[in-house]
């Protein structure tokens, strides 16, 4: 079993940064893939970007791509989100999840726990 617990949201100007993190405790972290997702109000959840246990493979949507950076301590059981440039269209609740394999997936399905999510929201 892994638990997740998310922090670091908030509301920020567009144009602003922001970290997330992602604590993980339990058996196993530091053999487990992670991601990042994200859920608008209405809309389905969607990847943001997801990293290989060792942190040597990440992954990341198109929307996002140049703008976040994933990256993971495993010495300290936790993972990370580096968003920068902001935009209204990232708001959202955002999600950490870990899978039972080393290997990154981009499917929400891939994944086997989640956190709480954590809301970000990006004004204008």
């Known amino acids: 079993q892994v638990q997740l617990v998310e922090s670091g949201g908030g509301l920020v100007q567009a144009g602003g940064s922001l970290r997330l993190s992602c604590v993980a405790s339990?058996?196993?972290?530091?053999?487990?893939?992670m991601g990042w997702f994200r859920q608008a109000p209405g809309k389905e959840r969607e990847f943001v970007a997801a990293?290989?246990?060792?942190?040597?493979?990440?992954y990341y949507a198109d929307s996002v791509k140049g703008r976040f950076t994933i990256s993971r301590d495993n010495a300290k059981n936790t993972m990370y989100l580096r968003m920068n440039s902001l935009k209204p269209e990232d708001t959202a609740v955002y999600y950490c999840?870990?899978?039972?394999?080393?290997?990154?997936?981009?499917?929400?399905?891939?994944?086997?726990?989640w956190g709480q999510g954590t809301q970000v929201t990006v004004s204008l």
């Open positions: 339990g058996r196993a972290f530091g053999r487990a893939a």
């Open positions: 990293i290989s246990w060792r942190g040597g493979s990440t």
């Open positions: 999840a870990a899978r039972s394999t080393v290997v990154a997936g981009v499917s929400q399905f891939d994944y086997d726990y």
